[in-house]
């Protein structure tokens, strides 16, 4: 997906915000969106987002002098979602459908906002809601279909803490296919509060999948980055979920069959989807 | 009030608006944008957003080679102002405290986006709404207590369309005090959806009020630009009633009694009012 212009405000925001957390005086961001708003001459817009998004947090950390800003919170969300993990489980265990009950657990780990701010009663309700969420595309039936006869699954990681939402799904294909390969693909290094290999094996998902760095440090995966054991992958994997916003704006365009399973978050995705911004999918995009 | 650095992603959005309603090419929004973006270095902080606000709407206006890209939308607003007028009358006459009903209905003005897609239902439903609000802050008693004494009233408008509402305001005061000198303040040229003289005029306003021009053609008042009349005006009369959050912004300082009649739009000033986003205010900011 290339970008609009409607995403260089949020830019900007997320410059804000992303100053904010590496603890920047207001001058110092001032100075990140003086520097940014130098740059806007250069964007290239008929690349999507993410690749934006990663010159917008080098300049908040060239800034700053930190390199993972968001590692407390990272660190934070981890716990967080470990101490759900054994509710998560029991959803599964409860439902007649537990690889569609694991599908939405990972989507609710798309939505849950682990932010410093919420409290874990406000967790349980958005868990519940996302749970029972009616969905207006949900291609769980087809996922299911697909795997009786695919050896391997790929799936692209989003943020930390969502992948432990994303260990139960990870758990529920393995026990329903105990012989399948399963690839968990994270960030090569930190960005925003997405996944690296670090977050991937501090939330366990190595029981059930082999974590894998993307190559990519961009909030999504440019292939002008990716390493050669994941462009290996993601060419022969039999079936690849790529998680959130950032890898559908990356990944929407490319020849490949893959579920996207992500939450709306902007008004450009939902115009792109035509759903609204809030919604959450599993949409199999199909290469005809 | 001083800017924020929170006011600068809001300034590529409004230029992205104010690109679109004239009608530019993303190709020419984005040499605004990128305009815009190299002059943040330059932005003084200490100044109130309308200031900067200026900026912006300058440079769209250099790019589009138009003066005035909101004149179609403004004259659609204040025709659908004024067949609700009729209405807004009968609101007052059915109301034991019609000074309070006038200032409720001036109030709705400034929280009714006339927006080009706003069906007439909805803004019925939409000023009920604004007419019955509970407000948190709401010093009409004090301005009731205080007309009595006064001879001059200086009202300094905001929008188009609005002005319509506001000659309700203007014509309970005239009915109520019939030697009131009522002013009524408009901007000196096009800026944005603000009132114009022309503004003034077609709404009628003149009926009830002298209309003047601040002097400025920022979204606010800006004391470098005010002209002598209206300089005078604000030193001299009894009362002054500032609409919108543009004046609230740039007046909110000012060694003055002023009473504020404002709908609360962005976060930066619902923090400054202690209030929440979409909140109605009739506050009346004495000086100790």
């Given at each position: 997906m290339r970008s609009?212009?409607?995403?260089?405000?949020?830019?900007?925001?997320?410059?804000?915000?992303?100053?904010?957390?590496?603890?920047?005086?207001?001058?110092?961001?001032?100075?990140?969106?003086?520097?940014?708003?130098?740059?806007?001459?250069?964007i290239d817009m008929a690349t999507p987002p993410p690749e934006i998004g990663s010159l917008v947090y080098s300049i908040v950390n060239e800034v700053s002098g930190e390199t993972d800003p968001y590692y407390d919170i990272k660190q934070k969300h981890i716990k967080l979602a470990l101490s759900l993990y054994p509710r998560l489980l029991d959803y599964v265990n409860v439902s007649a459908n537990?690889?569609?009950?694991?599908?939405?657990?990972?989507s609710a780990g798309n939505i849950i906002d682990l932010g410093a701010q919420?409290?874990?009663?406000?967790?349980?309700?958005?868990?519940?809601?996302?749970?029972?969420?009616e969905h207006r595309i949900w291609h769980s039936d087809?996922?299911?279909e697909k795997l009786p006869a695919a050896n391997s699954v790929l799936i692209i990681g989003d943020n930390a803490g969502e992948t432990v939402f994303d260990k139960v799904l990870s758990s529920v294909i393995r026990n329903i296919y105990p012989e399948m390969k399963i690839y968990y693909a994270v960030r090569e290094s930190p960005i925003i509060n997405d996944a690296t290999r670090e977050d991937a094996y501090k939330s366990?998902?190595?029981?059930?999948?082999?974590?894998?760095?993307?190559?990519?440090?961009?909030?999504?995966?440019?292939?002008?980055?990716?390493?050669k054991l994941f462009a290996n992958l993601f060419e022969k994997c039999d079936i690849i979920i790529s998680k959130g916003q950032g890898n559908y704006e990356t990944l929407n365009d490319v020849d490949r069959d893959i579920f996207f399973l992500l939450t709306v978050k902007c008004e450009i995705v939902a115009r792109h989807l035509n759903l609204p911004v809030g919604a959450s999918v599993l949409y199999y995009s199909e290469v005809n």
């Open positions: 609009y212009i409607d995403c260089i405000p949020c830019f900007f925001y997320q410059a804000i915000r992303a100053g904010r957390i590496a603890g920047l005086s207001e001058q110092k961001i001032l100075h990140i969106l003086s520097r940014l708003g130098e740059n806007i001459k250069d537990k690889l569609d009950m694991a599908l939405r657990i990972s919420s409290e874990i009663r406000n967790i349980e309700r958005v868990l519940h809601d996302a749970i029972n969420m087809i996922l299911s366990g998902i190595d029981e059930f999948a082999e974590i894998i760095s993307t190559g990519c440090s961009a909030p999504g995966i440019l292939f002008t980055q990716i390493s």
